[in-house]
């Protein structure tokens, strides 16, 4: 995948907030996301354009993505969104509610609009589509398999639940809710089947730290590799839950380890700790010790 960061927590900031904007580099999440949609009143729309193309510069300096979210294409705002901060310091750009894969490509032809005009590489400029709408879970596996700059697909609870005009109820877990049983374990499905990242849904108790990590437990459990933060408080506690841990390094190791010496034998598999270890076991391990060696580097194995 093109130029592929990290993403694991995803922090709003509102884009008619200049005091929060300023005082980004003082948190690192694994991107930015400058909100122009929900978090902004529809009076404050051109004010947050203004506000947030006045800080991307300045934000970039701390040397993470920046995604802007757009206003979704049935609200006619995308246009000017765009043209305010489509830049080459933007990673992504994030739009909400989409669909269906013509929704893709038109999104992709205003994106690819306003690279020529800014002097932008064509295709550079990658796309997160929120799936947040009956339509857009219906079409999550036409969307997923769009090669048209997409990196990621994200769940959005709420726009969903008011699409569906079902109760939105917070609990210690987003999968409590049946409303949102199916959408949010269909998607990391269709991405995952498409080699596109799934990013879940934000958790609104910004205060609820157990609530937070039950949730991100939730989450990973069901594939998603990253989460959206609506506070720097939650950031570390996103990136802690969809991190590889110390232990599971050590036993991704081990596994690899025993695996290796068994074939070497000429064993398709062994067992460890009462454990068999076969190839879909050593090859889960070993994706969990290359994410884990991205993120923390290499660490010597005792012994």
Known sequence: MLNQPLLRS???I????????????????DAFVLDLEDSVPVLEKSNAREIVAAHIDEISEAGIPIIPRVN??????????????VSSNIWGISVG??????????VDKKITKFEKESGIEVGKIRLLAWLETALGIVNAGQICSSKVRLSAVCFGAEDYTNDMEIPRHIASSNLDNPAL?????????YAKASGVIPLDTPYFGYKDEAGLITDCQTAKQLGYEGKFAIHPAQIDIINQVFSPNED???????????????????????????????????????????KYESIFGKREQDG
């Open 181 to 189: 049983a199916y959408p949010r374990s269909v998607i990391p499905l």
């Open 10 to 12: 995803l922090l709003f």
């Open 97 to 106: 509610k989409v669909g269906s894969l013509d929704d893709v490509l038109l």
């Open 248 to 290: 599971e390094y050590t036993q991704a190791m081990n596994e690899i380890d025993a695996f290796q010496k068994s074939e070497a034998q000429g064993r398709g598999s062994t067992s460890l700790e009462d454990q068999v270890i076969d190839v879909p076991v050593v090859e889960r391990a070993r994706k969990l010790v290359n």
């Open 72 to 85: 979704s294409l049935d609200t006619g705002l995308i246009d000017d969104d765009l043209s305010y901060v």
């Open 14 to 29: 509102p884009g008619n907030q200049p005091k929060m904007l300023k005082k980004a580099s003082s948190v690192r999440p």
